[in-house]
């Protein structure tokens, strides 16, 4: 267990580290520039290691600072989120809060949600990440993240379904003159595809009748890993893209995309809100996905 005095150097640690000298350090926590200085070293002394550089104009920190600094900001941030929730006493939001979520439906859905929250309560603070690749929330100290597809069970996850979407097919008027209407999925093996990546590896697309067994492996033309790419190529004329409704309507309303092939896509993909099991729900986590379902409720996500 930590000490009342290990737990200050930590705090003195971690506003040195924000800083670039000691002085400046030392007006942040109002004490002298000697008493930052012998609390660092107290603590490099107690660790075996040198956390900082130092100069006679600035401080940096060492690869082991970096590395011990990620791991006491993080720390502290939690005490302090504790802290004001118990001051609170109630499950408003606060602290700082990590998000990942895929990159289009990320910054064109979710972000206005997540903006709306976050104005509302200013004590919550977001770290917000954009990405279309899985990530593992306990190992990437995640405290929520959103997904498409089925998920893979895990004991150390909790999972609630936030809606379905349906994933269509698209192209702009400009290449469906050039290269013609599909009118067949035979004769999507022929047209000029924008498909994503995952892996590395080309994602399928889900086309024919609700019950067959999605696989459609596209031409591949053009090889994007970001979804706003895929849509931007689509819109630009480079080829057919199927992507989830809401993420194209924007620009079918607008009539730079066009639907094709309707009547084969009709499939859904499911979206879920994943976190890090435990015990007790953190308020902050709580409140969001709460938010979240409230909405999903209401077919925001649908």
């Keep these: 267990m930590l000490a009342v005095e290990s737990l200050t150097g930590l705090t003195t640690f971690v506003t040195a580290a924000r800083s670039t000298t000691f002085t400046e350090a030392a007006e942040t926590l109002g004490i002298s520039r000697s008493a930052v200085g012998k609390a660092i070293a107290r603590l490099e002394s107690r660790l075996g290691v040198r956390l900082f550089h130092r100069t006679t104009r600035r401080i940096a920190l060492t690869a082991d ?52 929250i976050g104005a509302a309560h200013p004590d919550l603070h977001y770290t917000l990440t954009f990405t279309d690749h899985l990530v593992d929330p306990v190992e990437e100290g995640i405290d929520l993240t959103i997904r498409f597809g089925a998920l893979e069970h895990s ?30 999925i035979d004769d999507l093996r022929t047209h000029r595809s924008i ?19 999605p696989g459609f492996v596209p031409r591949g033309t053009h090889h994007l890993s970001d979804g706003d790419g895929v849509i931007a190529a689509a819109v630009g004329g480079l080829g057919v893209c199927q992507m989830p409704i809401s993420l194209v309507r924007p620009y079918l309303e607008a009539g730079s995309l066009q639907l ?7 499939h859904y993909i ?23 379902l409230r909405l999903s409720a209401a077919g925001v996500f649908d």
Aim: aromatic share 6%.
């Design 65 to 116: 600072g970096e590395s011990y600094f990620a791991t006491c900001s993080a720390a502290l941030e939690e005490i302090a989120s504790a802290e004001a929730s118990l001051a609170s006493r109630s499950s408003l939001p606060v602290g700082r809060l990590r998000i990942d979520m895929p990159t289009s439906f990320g910054r064109h859905v979710l972000l206005p949600i997540l903006l709306r």
């Design 270 to 292: 499911e979206i879920h809100a994943l976190w890090p099991r435990t015990r007790n729900l953190r308020p902050k986590v709580r409140y969001v996905v709460d938010e979240l």
């Design 195 to 213: 498909v994503g990546l995952r892996y590395g590896q080309t994602v399928p697309w889900r086309v024919g009748p609700e019950n067959m067994k």
């Design 260 to 266: 094709v092939l309707e009547d084969c896509a009709q």
């Design 155 to 184: 004991a150390s996850l909790v999972a609630r379904k936030l809606g379905h979407q349906r994933l269509v097919l698209c192209a702009s008027p400009s290449y469906l003159q050039t290269f013609g209407v599909p009118r067949t």
